[in-house]
Nanobody, 125 residues
Framework: QVQLVESGGGLAQAGGSLRLSCAAS????????MGWFRQAPGKEREFVAD????????YYKDSVKGRFTISRANAENTLYLQMNRLKPEDPAVYYC??????????????????WGPGTQVTVSS
């Protein structure tokens, strides 16, 4: 049974940082494209960043480029999202997701097969 469990969410000040983690089990983590998505109240779930199975290719939502960094530790079955310079528009529930290895990095949430329950990120101004 595939499980993705996010952690690291919480409250940060605008301009501050948070680091999210996603622990994966029940799948061969190193063979999956992994991504981060977020959903704010009343809004659609949107793409944030993703990374291919090797960790050599990444793709970001324009508004987070230069502020957020996606990374992975395949030996530890863990995906990360380092979020710096948090802005008032960043608060949301953040989800990690897994897609087949051959998935093209396009931010298309429909290509992701497995999802975690999410972790809440709140930013105070």
């Amino acid at each position: 049974q595939v499980q993705l469990v996010e952690s690291g969410g919480g409250l940060a000040q605008a301009g501050g940082s948070l680091r999210l983690s996603c622990a994966a089990s029940g799948l061969t983590f190193s063979s999956y494209t992994m991504g981060w998505f977020r959903q704010a109240p009343g809004k659609e779930r949107e793409f944030v960043a993703d990374m291919n199975w090797t960790g050599l290719s990444t793709y970001y939502k324009d508004s987070v480029k230069g502020r957020f960094t996606i990374s992975r530790a395949n030996a530890e079955n863990t995906l990360y999202l380092q979020m710096n310079r948090l802005k008032p528009e960043d608060p949301a529930v953040y989800y990690c997701a897994a897609a087949p290895r051959w998935t093209y990095l396009s931010g298309n949430r429909n290509t992701y097969d497995y999802w975690g329950p999410g972790t809440q990120v709140t930013v105070s101004s």
